[in-house]
């Protein structure tokens, strides 16, 4: 099957609305993308530093160094202690990984491949460039009998919905009848505001301590300002990595060595993340009241770093008005047909531009 032409990227038709808060004189505050705006670790650039004399081929699967840790941080961070080194494999991003491991794993023409209804976009991009059909549904019950990969994301984005032990056992109950893959993308995990956990689908008391078609991505790019690294995992199912990584060997897909090491870093050290937890704590904690006292109101987001809001009008209108105000967002239709009122805004801002957007947005509610 030859690729087909791809829909346009959406974040194009922001252009004017950025033009409009790009003018506002105190500055535009941009809460759209969630691109980190904190320093990486010094844990971390330092150990990058110290391994720059990369002069060999780095090892696709990953330095045993690397894969040993990322085994020690599911089991201390994820209570996930059943998985050995050949049940993790280090990629290029999760973004990369997203998109193309339908193709990876064989999906293809007639296969359906379900997300959920609000959702990050590459996963429906993920199924155009294999061919198959993409399905947005919540309900197991109502995944077709032509599912050959199902995507959760928990904690969600946009909405920052967190799947509870028993959300995440009835979806892989179903997934295993429907002989499919199943695969939680899990990179704000160590972001939870208003739930007491954030299990992980490969949580034993939601497998049983097997490994069967189920995977589980992670991305070090929020938990440790890496998105500039490009650092990222997969793990679970024995036969499920063993095919990742005879592709990735075959396309030549390697994560390069000095970030390989920054990785050992980071996964080594928790540090870091409560501190940046922290961080982002503090900025929700200005930013959601300012929101609901400009008439907004804020929907799910018990985890990660957005705040999933809706002011109970179209999305582009609510866009339109956070733009005169300066303020950046995301409309909601970018994440899925069945969100056409709510925007998403992002907490990685420095703390002076999300004092300076609860600033506008209160100022707005009194006028």
């Not at 999906?107 to 379900?114: A, F, K, P, S, Y």
């Not at 993409?134 to 799947?163: H, I, Q, Y």
């Not at 429907?178 to 160590?190: G, M, Q």
């Not at 990584?245 to 390069?256: I, S, W, Y």
Request: glycine share 8%; hydrophobic share 45%; proline share 6%.
């Amino acid at each position: 099957m030859a690729l087909g032409e791809l829909p346009d990227y959406p974040w194009d038709l922001m252009k004017p609305y950025r033009a409009v808060a790009g003018a506002h004189p105190g500055g535009v505050v941009d809460l759209s993308i969630g691109s980190p705006v904190d320093a990486t670790p010094e844990v971390v650039r330092a150990a990058l530093a110290a391994a720059t004399d990369a002069h060999a081929y780095p090892q696709t699967v990953g330095t045993p160094a690397l894969r040993e840790a990322i085994v020690d941080w599911f089991a201390r961070r994820r209570g996930v202690d059943y998985l050995t080194v050949d049940h993790v494999l280090p990629t290029i991003g999760s973004k990369e990984l997203v998109a193309f491991l339908p193709f990876m794993l064989g999906v293809g023409e007639g296969d359906t491949i379900v997300h959920p209804r609000a959702a990050y976009p590459t996963y429906a991009i993920g199924a155009e460039l294999c061919g198959a059909q993409a399905f947005a549904a919540d309900d197991p019950a109502d995944w077709p009998e032509s599912t050959k990969l199902v995507w959760l994301n928990s904690p969600g984005n946009p909405d920052g919905r967190v799947l509870s032990v028993d959300e995440l056992k009835a979806a892989r109950d179903r997934a295993l009848a429907l002989d499919a893959t199943i695969v939680s993308d899990e990179c704000y995990a160590e972001l939870g505001w208003d739930v007491d956990e954030v299990p992980s689908l490969l949580d034993p008391r939601v497998t049983g301590g097997s490994r069967t078609n189920t995977l589980v991505i992670y991305s070090l790019s929020k938990q440790s300002n890496m998105a500039g690294y490009r650092a990222a995992f997969v793990a679970g199912c024995g036969s499920r990595i063993a095919r990742l990584a005879n592709v990735r060997k075959h396309a030549g897909l390697m994560l390069p060595a000095p970030l390989q090491e920054a990785m050992v870093a980071a996964l080594g050290d928790d540090a870091h993340v409560a501190a940046q937890r922290e961080i982002y704590a503090a900025r929700r904690a200005v930013l959601r009241p300012a929101l609901e006292a400009a008439g907004f109101h804020i929907d799910r987001s018990e985890a990660g770093l957005y705040l999933w809001a809706t002011e109970g009008h179209d999305a582009w209108e609510s866009i339109s008005r956070l733009a005169e105000l300066g303020i950046v967002g995301g409309p909601g239709v970018f994440y899925g047909e069945h969100f056409p009122r709510h925007v998403r805004l992002s907490l990685t801002a420095t703390d002076e531009r999300i004092a300076e957007a609860a600033r506008r947005l209160r100022e707005a509610s009194r006028a």
